[in-house]
């Protein structure tokens, strides 16, 4: 008797344990199957892609051609930056052109003021001169001296010049070929006494020769001079060189 009662006891227990089994497995399966979404997970998926596509939205069709704009204004600043510079360089070259016109032009009204003789009897004045100084040298005259005007630069229009013409002249000038004869030592003083001489005289050039006659003094030489006399200008020939020296800068 109290064996079949424990047999029975044993297969309760073991029918139980069979149905646990079962109902564990069951309910395993069921958690491990894929859960269907509620209402409220659905509308904030909805909601995260509607997000998503108006940031789309907000970079191609705002935030991009925002950025070319800005792109084309960074632009547009760099060339108004490079113009305004250019402006300004332009501004200070003009000043200084100016400035260096007034520095020039000052300069040769101090040149004209103290070492320019009067324009009034240019040709007397340099005759007179020339003939003290070959007086004062002990020289002869061989040729007869000739005077030739230059054109100067403020005659009221600008000279059209050739190859191998002379620019006019700012100042008043007389060129003048001179052909004297003397001693070696005299011809050197009388050089020396033109270059120092208070009437403005430049030497172009010059050219030696020895003389076959002999005299008491020794052998002559012959000396020929091609010089330039330059005198002060008119009042109104000032304003003349100012304004060529602007328009020229």
């Known amino acids: 008797m109290m064996k079949t009662v424990s047999e029975r006891e044993s297969k309760m227990t073991r029918l139980n344990w069979i149905r646990s089994e079962r ?9 491990s199957a894929p859960k269907a979404l509620d209402l409220t997970e659905l509308l904030a998926l909805i909601a ?34 490079r113009q305004l510079r250019a402006s300004t ?14 520095e020039i032009l000052q300069s040769l009204d101090s040149f004209e003021r ?5 324009r009034g009897a240019m040709q007397t004045t340099v005759l007179q001169t020339l003939n003290e100084l070959i007086k004062r040298n ?3 005259l061989s040729e007869a001296m000739t005077f030739t005007p230059v054109e100067t630069a403020t005659d009221g229009r600008r000279s059209t010049l050739s190859n191998g013409d002379e620019a006019p002249s700012i100042f008043p000038s007389l060129k003048i070929n001179l ?26 050039g010059m050219e030696l020769e020895g003389v076959s006659e002999r005299d ?34």
Do not use: K
């Open 23 to 31: 109902w564990l497995s069951h309910l395993q399966l069921r958690r």
């Open 48 to 81: 995260a892609a509607l997000l998503l596509c108006m940031a789309l939205f907000a970079y191609f069709y705002l935030l991009a051609p925002a950025r070319t704009r800005l792109d084309e204004a960074q632009r547009e600043r760099m060339r108004l930056q």
């Open 89 to 102: 360089e332009g501004i200070e070259h003009r000043a200084n052109a100016q400035a260096t016109v007034a």
């Open 114 to 118: 103290n070492f320019l003789a009067p």
């Open 138 to 140: 002990d020289l002869r």
């Open 179 to 204: 052909t004297v004869e003397g001693s070696y030592p005299n011809l050197r003083h009388f050089i020396n006494d033109l270059e120092i001489g208070r009437q403005f005289i430049t030497i172009n």
């Open 216 to 249: 008491e003094r020794g052998a002559s030489v012959r000396l020929r001079l091609d010089l330039t006399a330059y005198f002060r200008r008119e009042p109104d020939s000032s304003l003349e060189v100012a304004d060529e020296l602007t328009r020229e800068q």
